[in-house]
């Protein structure tokens, strides 16, 4: 693990975090394909993650971000280490906000409930309650299409929370997103940042959220983990702290060095 | 940015907190996309008044080419004639007997079709082997014209019901299946991992995301599968015609061929061309476009 140095910066280490990592992984490996078509994704990845800590992933294009997510989320197996998840699958964001189009944006934010067996009464007020979190009260009845993007990205939000938190909304649970604002618009990605922080501080849920924007990640995580590219490693770690602009522009640096050491 | 139209139920709770929510119920009064209605007399005059102009131009230039006896009568009739003997079968109750013998078959026909089809759409959709092996043949089927069947039909089933019910089924079954495979195929891959994140799996995966992501596509194929029913009802009704077989619409227009009277083969040929766009504006027409509208896809249609 790298040492960063830094008045803000600490070197994070797996054993930093209490033994209530809500996800843990330890020297996880992933490579698709066998023989000399094998791409190595990931390598030896060590992380840890606490209990409603907000860690932000960053990295280049190819850093496997999002293959990590992936394995985090179940979608997919690693092919080395071990991966300890809480029980029941984390919940998942995406860059789109992939709601159902032939839902509403309240039977959107149903449908996880539905599935883990809640009453029709319980996971209509469930979602009502999380639409209001996320400020679409009143917007149940409304089609996706008739929302707005910045809007829409906030129904999957309460539908990522509803698949995160418990039937009865207790438990943090886990919410992965994948660089879930980069196809807003800059005015509402600052706004739905806020928005995020927000509703975290509110509901205590662990988020792990992937971006390859500096300026994103440190506005928004407690702890931004670094990865190199091909294949993607943690190659630095750092503790948000009061002086932004100064970890922004440290963390900048360590960035293009990484992607420096890839030109051949 | 100050809006006025968007209320805000939330209490705030400290002024930073009022700002955070103002800007936000802003910018969603500003983004949220504007749904633009046309008044209904509009969308009439935009729809179906060029239609309507369409076939009263046509009558206008078959009334010329008639009045100007180029062909004889037996061959080119008057629109007038031709009006007389649709009158005549609509006034005698004959076409009541004539139109229910038609389209009920074509009805069961395309339910049986629909009953066939969707299980063996669902095979080819999602069973390599079976795409493998029936696949390229479902979808060359399709441009197999059903009246090619007719013959075989006749040796096996003879002027019989089955002859028909054959036919029309050669005629609908590939298009009901591929409709449903293309509306399977064209699913984009997010949503079936939606449903995995959001906890589906199994029958919960088929029954919330992939059937209803597929019914745009299989709604079309089902468009299509019935017109094929019908075109290939009509072509088994004209050539196996037969005592057994009751007085359909293809028969009738067969009937008014054998006996030279080209007025009823007009009318019948119009009955045809009638009950297909028929179907297709009063039964398919609103539940596509309900679907489509609910989803988005077609706004304002």
Redesign the interface.
Known sequence: MTTTTGTETTTADVSDVPGTAAVRLTGIGKTFGSGTDAVTALQNVDLAVGQGEFVCLLGASGCGKSTLLNLV?G?DEPTAGTLTRPAG????M?Q?S?L???LTAGRNVE??LQ??GLSRSARRERAAELL?LV?L??LADK?????????RQRVALA?AL??ATGPDGSGGGVLLMDEPFAALDA??RD?LQ??LL?VWRATGTTIVFVTHDVREAVRLAQRVVLLSSRPGTVVGEWTVGDDRDHLHDEITVRLRQVIASHAA | MQPETTPRPTVPTSPELDDAAAELAGLDALDTPTVKRTPSWRRFVATGLPPIVAFLLFVGVWQLIWAAAIQPEFKVPSPSSVWDSFAGVLTDGQVLSILWTSISRAFVGFLMALVIAVPLGLLVARVRVVRAAIGPLLSGLQSLPSVAWVPAAVLWFGLTDSTIYFVVLAGSIPSIANGLVSGIDQIPPIFPRVGKVIGASGLATARHILLPAALPGFLAGCKQGWAFSWRSLMAAEIIAAGPLLGLGLGAFLKQGSDLNDMPTVIAAIFLILIVGIGIELLVFRPIERRVLRVRGLAAGV
């Open positions: 989320a979608l699958s984390p919940s998942f995406f789109e992939a159902l189009p032939w449908l996880p599935l883990s209001s400020r009260d009143g089609r996706p299409h008739e929302l707005s993007g910045g809007m539908r509803a698949a005015i509402t706004a806020g928005e927000r």
